[in-house]
């Protein structure tokens, strides 16, 4: 009777041959040092999270010194092991060095090439699955070194055991990874894109001191109007009836959410008639860390904690998701910082009578809502993006659960 474990889960059609158990020594070979001849090659670094990095970008210098004549030329296609432990990789991560032609890389990784047609992603992927974390955890000797490397020696590292297909099937699993990966970074590249695009313009679509922004909406021409916060907002004070309407929270990404949507644990008191009242258009945020941008627009009916602080405009006319946007605006929040400031900064509190006092210019309700949809507009694109990577993520985590044994 065949091992079942000899075929992975999912396969491409017309592939039913077994894998085969090999060491890893059978399909790779050290590579190891390098000719001397390194002047101006690049210094690579392997981050658990983001893979071959520059040392520069990584740790915003070259740490490599004078010796690069113990650095491991490294060249594209040929792979790298680094047993460091990290939240991420808790025995280490292998990734294919594919940057550069050719590259230096830290002797103490475990660096290698394939033999043969063997296809080095394949290796890069079957490590990525965590499925020989086991193994690798076997092979460590102690505990980890003084420099956070975990004790694997490379004679040992050679040793592990794992399921090999054809160089075809290696190859096409790899494709299919790669093209993968392709698609989560370019959709990391637009989220970043966007995210950069809405930082610029909250800070050039709110007036400065001199009461104009600098940039604005065709037609819109007049100089903002400095008031007081308490000339456009009033609190709301009203409790809970009787503490079973729905239990809202603030956040510092999301603004106010349902606090059954947190993935974190209820701390909520069990008697909430004490609880105040929101209202959608309401604007919650946490009295203690406003000035860190703890606030949000309600959409909901519910309550929230007693440490929470509601206010709603006076003129219905105006904009909730404008002012919101400019209290997150960096200049604004320092006026919060400044304003909320106690004898320690362990007492910043912002609760509505010191808030009511604080000035800033606004513009008309037709401006407001101008600034307002557009930078909805972007919010909505960068949550979408954020969704697309997130469904990206968990496909490729299938697969790699799935497409190895």
């Known amino acids: 009777m065949k091992d079942e474990k000899k075929a992975p889960k999912l396969r491409f059609k017309g592939f039913t041959d077994d894998w085969e158990q090999c060491k890893l020594g059978d399909v790779c070979e050290e590579v190891s040092g390098n000719n001397g001849n390194v002047k101006g090659l690049p210094i690579l670094t392997i981050s658990a999270a983001n893979g071959w ?9 070259v740490i490599a010194g004078n010796e690069l004549k113990k650095y491991t030329l490294l060249k594209k296609g040929h792979l790298a092991y680094n047993h460091g432990n990290s939240k991420q990789a808790k025995y280490g991560t292998v990734f294919v060095q594919n940057l550069y032609d050719q590259a230096l890389v830290p002797r103490v990784y475990h660096s290698f090439k394939m033999k043969t047609e063997n ?6 992927y079957y490590f990525a699955t965590k499925k020989l974390d086991r193994e690798l955890a076997r092979l460590v000797t102690s505990g980890a070194r003084m420099d956070g490397l975990l004790n694997i020696n490379k004679k040992d590292f050679f040793k592990i055991k794992f399921e090999v297909p054809t160089p075809v099937e290696q190859s096409l699993i790899s494709t299919i990874l790669q093209k993968l990966d392709q698609t989560i970074t370019l959709h990391e590249e637009k989220k970043r894109q966007l995210e950069r695009l809405k930082s610029a313009l909250m800070q050039k679509m709110f007036a400065d001191k001199s009461g104009y922004p600098a940039v604005r909406f065709y037609g819109f021409s007049d100089k903002w109007e400095k008031r007081k916060l308490g000339d456009i907002f009033e609190e709301r004070i009203e409790k809970s ?3 079973s309407e729905e239990l809202l929270s603030v956040t510092l990404k999301d ?10 644990k209820n701390n909520a008191s069990h008697d909430k008639r004490n609880y105040k009242l929101v209202f959608p258009n309401d604007i919650a945020y946490n009295s203690m860390r406003m000035w860190q941008g703890a606030l949000g627009v309600s959409k909901y009916n519910g309550i929230v904690s007693p440490a929470y602080t509601i206010i709603k405009l006076k003129n ?4 909730p ?3 919101q946007n400019y209290f997150k605006k960096y200049e604004i929040l320092n006026v919060f910082r400044k304003s909320s400031q ?9 609760k509505y009578p010191l808030f009511s006092r604080i000035h800033l210019f606004t513009t008309s309700s037709a401006e407001q809502q101008n600034i307002s949809s557009l930078l909805t507009l972007l919010d909505y694109n960068i949550a979408l993006h954020g969704y697309k990577l997130e ?7 299938f697969l790699l659960q799935s497409m190895f044994i």
Not at 53 to 61: A, C, T
Not at 119 to 124: M, T
Not at 255 to 264: P, Q
């Open 321 to 323: 998701c404008f002012y």
């Open 342 to 350: 106690g004898l320690t900064s362990d007492t910043w509190n912002l």
């Open 391 to 397: 469904l990206l993520k968990k496909i490729k985590k």
């Open 241 to 243: 009836h009787n503490g």
């Open 316 to 319: 219905q006319l105006e904009n």
């Open 119 to 124: 296809n080095p992603y394949y290796v890069e």
């Open 53 to 61: 990095m520059n040392q520069k970008d990584r740790f915003s210098q």
């Open 255 to 264: 603004g106010v959410v349902k606090a059954e949507s947190l993935d974190r």
